[in-house]
């Protein structure tokens, strides 16, 4: 009966405070059932499509005999009608579900296919569920969710990756689909998929890469921002929550740290989820075989195992569900209303 009531009070009020019940719906389904890989063997998954064609215009057009020049302007191209075109699909088909009665709710559907929020609590717990097992367990789960090189890291360097794609991609997978919906609706955020797509693809300051992937990269920059910051205010709330967490301590670290990061946003949610824990993030390390210098985020342990990756987990979902109870706010003063 209460969820009923409840879902009628949504459909009410996604008539008339969009995005917010659509937001809503999109997260819950997302923590319920991640990406069904039922669903997926029969289906690929929008991101896998959106990769596919990438990766095939990149093979194309990325012809490392042009002039540096031809090569940033087809780059740049490839990024303008992919972000374009994704956004564009988008909005024509959230036009053409609002005159379909409950299209509030397949649009919420569709929204959660871009949120990764299960999906990467699942990849980070396997993780710490691998580095119970041995080292070569732990290398192996976290080489699925970062491009450093596995067989570089020790123990603590293996959880140290894991927590800071919990934070990294708190922002990527959770605080950026979310708020490009806010802002630009479904089309915003299936714009934004396709960037943040193009830039884990070709946003790379390789030699094959770095002309190329140049626009997707500082696009992929400026789209997540403000996602980023407010990612890092989203955990300093959570850390209020979380037990072990310390709110004070996550502010002052993103204050003195954040901006010392080599990239302009990974620091921010970084930052503060290491001053929360008590921890030490980021550092030197290896990509590719070449060792990349950068700021410590945070003062505190280095030395991190599995228990301390399920510290992180559980102030990401303390961060979560704080997004989660920011988005209720509007519903309910429309309900009050």
């Known amino acids: 009966m209460l969820a009923a009531m409840l879902l009628t009070s949504l459909s009410g009020a996604a008539s008339a405070v969009d995005p917010w019940p659509i937001l809503l719906l999109a997260l819950a389904l ?8 039922w669903l997926y063997r029969a289906v ?27 090569r940033l302007m087809r780059g740049a191209y490839l990024t303008a009608l992919m972000t ?7 909005w024509i088909v ?53 491009g450093r090189d ?9 959880a140290r990756a894991a927590i800071e794609s919990t934070a990294e991609n708190f922002c990527d ?22 960037l943040n797509t193009l830039d884990s693809m070709i946003g790379y300051r390789s030699a094959r890469h770095e002309a190329f992937g140049k626009a997707a990269a500082r696009l992929d920059d400026a789209a997540n921002w403000i996602p980023a910051r407010l990612s890092g205010l989203i955990l300093i709330g959570a850390a209020v929550l979380a037990p072990g967490a310390h709110a004070g301590q996550a502010w002052r670290a993103m204050r003195r740290d954040a901006h010392r990061h080599g990239s302009p946003n ?3 949610p970084e930052a503060a989820l290491a001053g929360a824990l008590g921890f030490a ?20 342990r280095k030395d991190l195992g599995a228990h301390d990756i399920s510290r992180a987990l559980r102030l990401y979902l303390a961060a979560n569900a704080l997004l989660a109870g920011l988005l209720t706010l509007p519903i309910l003063v429309y309900m009050a209303a």
């Open 30 to 37: 997302d923590a319920a059932l991640g990406d069904p890989r």
């Open 44 to 70: 690929p998954h929008p991101v896998v499509l959106l990769g596919r064609a990438i990766a095939g215009l990149e093979r194309r057009w990325n012809d490392q005999s042009q002039p540096r020049r031809v």
């Open 84 to 90: 374009i075109g994704a956004g564009g699909l988008g």
């Open 94 to 146: 959230s036009g053409a579900l609002e005159g379909v009665t409950g299209g509030w709710a397949i649009e919420a559907v569709l929204a959660s296919t871009f949120i990764a929020g299960r999906g990467l609590y699942d990849s980070v717990r396997k993780v710490a569920k691998g580095l119970t097992l041995g080292l070569e367990e732990g290398r192996a789960a976290v080489g699925h969710i970062v």
């Open 150 to 158: 596995p067989d570089s890291l020790d123990r603590p360097g293996v």
């Open 173 to 194: 997978g959770v605080v950026a689909p979310v708020f490009w919906f806010a802002v630009f609706g479904l089309g915003g955020l299936a714009a934004y998929k396709a």
């Open 266 to 268: 990974a620091g921010w």
């Open 281 to 300: 993030l980021g550092g030197p390390r290896y990509y590719g075989g070449a060792k990349v210098e950068d700021h410590w985020m945070g003062n505190g």
